[in-house]
Nanobody, 123 residues
Framework: QVQLVESGGGLVQAGGSLRLSCAASGRTFSSNTMGWFRQAPGKEREFVAG????????YYQDSVKGRFTISRDNAKNTVYLQMNSLKPEDTAVYYC????????????????WGQGTQVTVSS
């Protein structure tokens, strides 16, 4: 089994930055693709960013391209999401998850999820 714990969320002004971390336990972390998702009140959970086990391939939702960067450190069993130029529309609970599926943008392909961390961007 894999356990995931997100951290780094908080309140930030528009234009500011936050760095989210997802700490994983379990031996399967390094062999899996990692994804970040977010869910705002009243909205569906949506894909934000993904990264393959090597870190060589990354994927982003169009609205965050050029602003967010996903990375991972397999030696530390940790994946990161650097969020710059934050907008009020980025306000949501952010979740990390793992998948062995090639369909990295689809939430139902992820078997393990963290509890989430709240990101609030004020105008």
């Amino acid at each position: 089994q894999v356990q995931l714990v997100e951290s780094g969320g908080g309140l930030v002004q528009a234009g500011g930055s936050l760095r989210l971390s997802c700490a994983a336990s379990g031996r399967t972390f390094s062999s899996n693709t990692m994804g970040w998702f977010r869910q705002a009140p009243g909205k569906e959970r949506e894909f934000v960013a993904g990264i393959t086990r090597s870190g060589l391939n990354t994927y982003y939702q169009d609205s965050v391209k050029g602003r967010f960067t996903i990375s991972r450190d397999n030696a530390k069993n940790t994946v990161y999401l650097q969020m710059n130029s934050l907008k009020p529309e980025d306000t949501a609970v952010y979740y990390c998850a793992t998948t062995s599926s090639p369909f990295v943008r689809e939430p139902d392909q992820y078997h393990y999820w963290g509890q989430g961390t709240q990101v609030t961007v004020s105008s």
